[in-house]
């Protein structure tokens, strides 16, 4: 596969890798060659070798059975302090595909953006953005998705589509379809579309103004609090008991099971 047919941009340059360390990685090697990649370039790869997640944390996948890539953007539109909407559309796009792949499942956004389904990871998206003069100049996400992969090691919190839907899947026609999902999500991040952006990410948000339990990295105590919300700048916002909030990063959180 060259190119894309059923996108606008995504895909239409598709380069396919039999092994690589990292899509995220070669992308980023090629946008400091002259001339650049094109806009909406894919790295595909059937075999990542090191492939990175949230939290400097691998990405572990059986060759040949899921989806790994990553897209390059250019979203000179988008301010460095809103690039959270960025992350938020991708999530949502990524989002919609797995539904649709499997609509009878509970799939959802872990914050700040795996996706799950019911309380188990089937994708995680990384995002890594380069700034010039207050706004993004260039974006490579990566996407990985589980899809025909039935043993992950005893992880207890990993799926993939296969597992959970107790099917096998085609890989190539869930690539197309992915790209389309981020494509469209990509092209509504629009300034006048980000109420609307935000509140579906918080409809479709993993236990949104639920009580639960969370600890602090370098503390063993366990606290209660609810998911209240998401600040443009992609902290996630606790509210305790007594109604006082507090607002985390990533690395500031431990969600306890």
Excluded at 131 to 156: C, K
Aim: charged share 15%.
């Amino acid at each position: 596969m060259n190119s894309l047919n059923n996108t606008v941009f995504v895909g239409k340059v598709f380069t396919v890798l039999n092994e690589t360390a990292s899509t995220n990685a070669y992308a980023l090697a090629l946008l400091n060659q002259a001339p650049p990649p094109a806009a909406g370039t894919v790295i595909y790869t059937d075999t990542q070798t090191a492939g990175r997640g949230q939290r400097g944390t691998k990405w572990r996948a059986e060759a040949g059975k899921n989806i790994a890539l990553s897209i390059i953007l250019y979203p000179r539109h988008i301010r460095a302090d809103g690039q959270f909407g960025l992350s938020m559309a991708v999530a949502l796009g990524v989002c919609k595909f797995v539904q649709e792949a499997a609509p009878q499942l509970p799939v959802c956004i872990k914050w700040p953006n795996d996706i799950y389904i019911g309380n188990q990871k089937v994708a995680g998206i990384l995002i890594e953005n380069t700034v010039q003069g207050g706004l993004l100049a260039s974006s490579v996400v990566g996407i990985g998705v589980n899809v025909n992969q039935t043993d992950f090691g005893g992880l207890p919190n990993a799926t993939s589509l296969c597992l959970a839907a107790g099917q096998q899947f085609e890989l190539i026609g869930l690539v197309q379809k992915l790209c389309s999902f981020v494509e469209t999500a990509y092209l509504a991040l629009q300034p006048d579309k980000m109420t609307a952006i935000k509140r579906q990410y918080l409809q479709n948000l993993y236990q949104f103004g639920q009580m639960r339990r969370f600890k602090r990295p370098d503390d063993l105590a366990v606290f209660e609090a609810r998911i209240t919300d998401v600040l443009n700048n992609g902290l996630l916002q606790l509210t305790y008991p007594d109604a006082v909030t507090e607002n985390f990063d990533l690395k500031q959180l431990v969600w306890v099971d």
